[in-house]
C-alpha cells in the first residue's frame, strides 16, 4: 500500500514538473516558407485572395480526414474569412489587410493559437515567388499540444511547404486549360442597363471587377432590380501609354429604373451594332490572346472597328457561378462597321490544353 502511495506520488510530482516546464516555456513561433510558381502575379493573387478556393490546395484535410471547412458569405478580400473543425484541428482565418497583386495580411487561429501571418507575392525570372510567413505565441494548451507533435514550428512549416505544392499543382492544371472560339460576325441588340464606373491599372483590371462587382449584384439585390442576363463589364478606354482603362461595371435591366443624383449606379443603354463575338472558356489571364485573334479576325476579312459600338466583356459564367478558372466562359464583343457575312472567312476555333492534362 505505502508503494502505491509513493507511486502516485511520484506521477503528481512529474505531472506538476511538467505544467511548469510547460508553463515556462517560450510559446513564440516564427516560420516562413516560399516557392517559385510559373504563373503570373495576379492570377495567384486573384485565387488565393478568395477562400473558397483554398479547400483545393490547403494541406489540412491531407492531415485530418474529418475536417470540414465552413465559408461565411464574404471570402474576398479585407474582412474574407473562412474557418475548418473537425477531428483534431480547428481554427480560422481572416484577412485584415492586403494590397492588390502584392500581399495578404491574415489573423489566423489554429487549435486556439493565435498568430499573424503574410503571403507575399513578388515577381521574379520565369513567375512569381509566394512567401507565406507566420508569427505567434502559443497559450498552455498550444504549447502541451506542440510538445508532443513536435512542435507548432514543424507542423506549420509542413502545412505551408505541401499548401503551396499543391497550389501550384492545381492552379497551374486550371490556369493552363482553356480554349478560345472565334464566333464570328453577331448582331447586338439594344439594351438598357445598370452600370457602376470604375478606373484601374490595366494589370489589376480583373481584380478590381472581382472586388467590385459584388457591390452591383448586391444592390440589384437589397433593391429587388429586375435584371436578365449575365453582368459584363462595358469598356469606356483602354490607355496602354498611360497604364488605365476606364470601365463600367453593368448588368441588362428588364425594365427602366431611376437613380437618385448622388448614387454611384446609374443607368444607360446599348443601341444596335454588329460585332465580332469572341469565347474565352478559361481564366481571365488568356483574355489577352482572345482580344488578340479577335483583332487578327477582323485584320483577315478586312474590317474596320467602329467607335459608335460598345466593347463589351460578358461573363457568362464566373467566379460566382463556379470556382475552377478552367470553366469560366466569357464572351468578348469589338464593334465593327457592318459588313456581309458571306464575304467573311471561315473562324477556325482554337483549343490549348496543358501538357499536366495529358
Known amino acids: 500500500m505505502r508503494i502505491l502511495k509513493y507511486i502516485l506520488l511520484l506521477i503528481v510530482l512529474v505531472a506538476l514538473a511538467l505544467v511548469v516546464f510547460i508553463a515556462t ?16 502575379k495576379s492570377t495567384l493573387f486573384q485565387y488565393v485572395n478568395d477562400y473558397k478556393n ?7 484535410k491531407e492531415d485530418d480526414a474529418q475536417l470540414r471547412f465552413t465559408f461565411p458569405e464574404n471570402t474576398v478580400g479585407v474582412g474574407g474569412a473562412f474557418s475548418w473543425d473537425g477531428g483534431l484541428e480547428s481554427g480560422k482565418m481572416q484577412t485584415i489587410y492586403l494590397k492588390e ?7 489566423l487561429s489554429w487549435n486556439d493559437s493565435e498568430s499573424k501571418a503574410n503571403i507575399i507575392f513578388r515577381d521574379t ?14 497559450n498552455f494548451l498550444g504549447k502541451f499540444y506542440a510538445l508532443f507533435s513536435g512542435g507548432i514550428e514543424k507542423k506549420l512549416t509542413q ?6 505544392a499543391k497550389l501550384d499543382k492545381v492552379l497551374t492544371k486550371e490556369i493552363n486549360t482553356y480554349d478560345i472560339s472565334i464566333n464570328g460576325l453577331v448582331n447586338v441588340n439594344k439594351i438598357k442597363y445598370l452600370k457602376r464606373r470604375s478606373i484601374s491599372k490595366i494589370p489589376d483590371f480583373y481584380t478590381k471587377v472581382q472586388k467590385q462587382m459584388p457591390l452591383l449584384l448586391n444592390f440589384v439585390k437589397d433593391n429587388n432590380v429586375a435584371t436578365f442576363g449575365s453582368p459584363f463589364v462595358a469598356f469606356d478606354s483602354y490607355d496602354i501609354p498611360n497604364n488605365l482603362v476606364k470601365f463600367a461595371i453593368a448588368i441588362p435591366l428588364k425594365e427602366e429604373i431611376f437613380t437618385t443624383p448622388e448614387s454611384e449606379f446609374t ?10 463575338k469572341i469565347t474565352l472558356k478559361g481564366d481571365y489571364s488568356h483574355s489577352k490572346e482572345a482580344w488578340e485573334k479577335g483583332t487578327e479576325f477582323i485584320k483577315q476579312n478586312n474590317l474596320e472597328e467602329s467607335a459608335t459600338g460598345t466593347y463589351q466583356e460578358v461573363y457568362t459564367k464566373s467566379r460566382k457561378d463556379i470556382k475552377y478558372p478552367s470553366q469560366w466562359i466569357t464572351e468578348i464583343y469589338i464593334p465593327i462597321k457592318a459588313k456581309p457575312v458571306s464575304k467573311l472567312a471561315q473562324p477556325k476555333p482554337q483549343t490549348v490544353i496543358s501538357e499536366a492534362m495529358e
Open 25 to 40: 516555456k517560450d510559446g513564440r513561433y516564427s516560420v516562413t516558407s516560399s516557392r517559385m510558381i510559373k504563373l503570373e
Open 267 to 276: 443607368t444607360d443603354s446599348i443601341l444596335p451594332y454588329q460585332a465580332v
Open 125 to 138: 525570372i520565369g513567375g512569381t515567388k509566394v512567401r507565406w510567413s507566420c508569427k505567434g505565441n502559443q
Open 54 to 60: 483554398w479547400e483545393d490546395f490547403c494541406s489540412l
Open 159 to 164: 502545412n505551408f511547404e505541401n499548401s503551396l
Open 101 to 107: 497583386n502584392d500581399s495578404i495580411a491574415q489573423n
